[in-house]
């Protein structure tokens, strides 16, 4: 009975495990490090740099993206540098962005797409979002473009609210735990 429990334990973690790992295949997300780990800062000098990165690519070069990105709270985007050196930002409205890139950008664990530079105008509470938005077969999901197809990308799921990064207030909210909880688990 202690191995048949033994192997159930072992087989589930590592379906979870797998289950993980696909679920963050191609995700993008917004992030203000290079490295696409932090997506929640308490405080933020007055300009400050945002990423859009693209984490676990499963290509090993992409030829662009499309996404819509829209920031909520007193801030602004003052300039832009793409990944690449040469660039087409084919649509036109506010926050929606349509790379073409000139050359396949080579991808690794972790990418970034875009550096922005940001000013925060007053010290209140700023939420990123992430979708599709124009250029994306999807306007739930950003898409990754290669070669001349396009691929959707999944989105982290960030800071909750709906949000994919925030500056302030990142507190985590928890949950109860009790013994009798953690008692019910193995009932």
Same mark, same amino acid.
């Given at each position: 009975? !202690? !191995?048949?429990?033994?192997?159930?334990?072992?087989?589930?973690?590592?379906?979870?495990?797998?289950?993980?790992?696909?679920?963050?295949?191609?995700?993008?997300?917004?992030?203000?490090?290079?490295?696409?780990?932090?997506?929640?800062?308490?405080?933020? @000098?007055?300009?400050?740099?945002?990423?859009?990165?693209?984490?676990?690519? =499963?290509?090993?070069?992409?030829?662009?993206?499309?996404?819509?990105?829209?920031?909520? #709270?007193?801030?602004?985007?003052?300039?832009?540098?793409?990944?690449?050196?040469?660039?087409?930002?084919?649509? &036109?409205?506010? #926050?929606?962005?349509?790379?073409?890139? #000139?050359?396949?950008?080579?991808?690794?664990?972790? =990418?970034?797409?875009?550096?922005?530079?940001?000013?925060?105008?007053?010290?209140?509470?700023?939420?990123?979002?992430?979708?599709?938005?124009? #250029?994306?077969?999807?306007?739930?999901? @950003?898409?990754?473009?290669?070669?001349?197809?396009?691929?959707?990308?999944?989105? &982290?799921?960030?800071?909750?609210?709906?949000?994919?990064?925030?500056?302030? &207030?990142?507190?985590?909210? =928890?949950?109860?735990?009790?013994? &009798?909880?953690?008692?019910?688990?193995?009932?």
């Amino acid at each position: 009975m !202690k !191995k048949l429990v033994s192997v159930s334990i072992l087989l589930v973690s590592s379906l979870l495990a797998g289950l993980a790992q696909a679920q963050t295949e191609n995700m993008m997300g917004v992030y203000f490090d290079e490295a696409g780990t932090i997506n929640c800062i308490e405080n933020v @000098p007055d300009l400050f740099d945002v990423f859009l990165v693209l984490h676990n690519p =499963t290509f090993e070069a992409i030829d662009g993206f499309a996404c819509h990105v829209q920031v909520q #709270g007193p801030c602004m985007f003052l300039s832009g540098t793409y990944n690449s050196s040469q660039v087409f930002n084919v649509c &036109d409205p506010p #926050g929606h962005i349509c790379a073409v890139f #000139g050359e396949p950008l080579p991808t690794i664990e972790t =990418t970034w797409l875009i550096r922005w530079l940001m000013f925060r105008m007053e010290e209140e509470t700023i939420g990123f979002t992430l979708t599709g938005g124009m #250029g994306s077969p999807d306007p739930l999901f @950003p898409a990754i473009l290669v070669g001349s197809e396009s691929y959707l990308a999944t989105v &982290d799921p960030g800071v909750g609210d709906g949000f994919v990064a925030r500056i302030g &207030d990142c507190t985590v909210p =928890t949950a109860p735990r009790t013994f &009798d909880f953690l008692k019910a688990l193995y009932r």
